[in-house]
């Protein structure tokens, strides 16, 4: 736990990781493809510098700039991963905006290639 808040790299490996489930749980039907971007591009600096500040790391900013990197790069990796994988022909990402409130339900789910 210790390494979770000295070491900002572990941190941004971690929220990089969740990040595409925390934004499935709170994406929209009616959101453009530009938002999605811009939230994760938002949630990377935001949370990036938060893990910095609270770290044990001084202040550079080639620092911040790669573990910004970092999070964008494990985020998209785990979008992807969470994209392929399916339960019912459904994504694990597709399964995570279902559950929660506010999103698409299981009865008007319609996978993108079907709704050509």
Not at 24 to 33: G, S, V
Not at 58 to 79: D, S
Not at 86 to 92: C, F, L, N, P, Y
């Amino acid at each position: 736990m210790k390494a979770l808040i000295s070491d900002p790299f572990v941190t941004t490996v971690i929220l990089g990781t969740l990040w595409p489930l925390i934004q499935a749980a709170l994406d929209r039907p009616w959101w453009t493809r530009g938002r999605r971007v811009a939230l994760v591009v938002t949630a990377a600096v935001v949370l990036t510098v938060g893990a910095w500040a609270l770290s044990a790391y001084p202040l550079q900013v080639e620092l911040l700039a790669g573990q910004i990197g970092k999070f964008l790069g494990f985020a998209w990796v785990a979008y992807e991963a969470l994209s392929r994988i399916k339960i019912g022909g459904v994504s694990i990402l597709g399964w995570a905006g279902i559950i929660t409130p506010g999103g698409e339900t299981r009865d008007h789910y319609q996978p993108r290639h079907e709704a050509a």
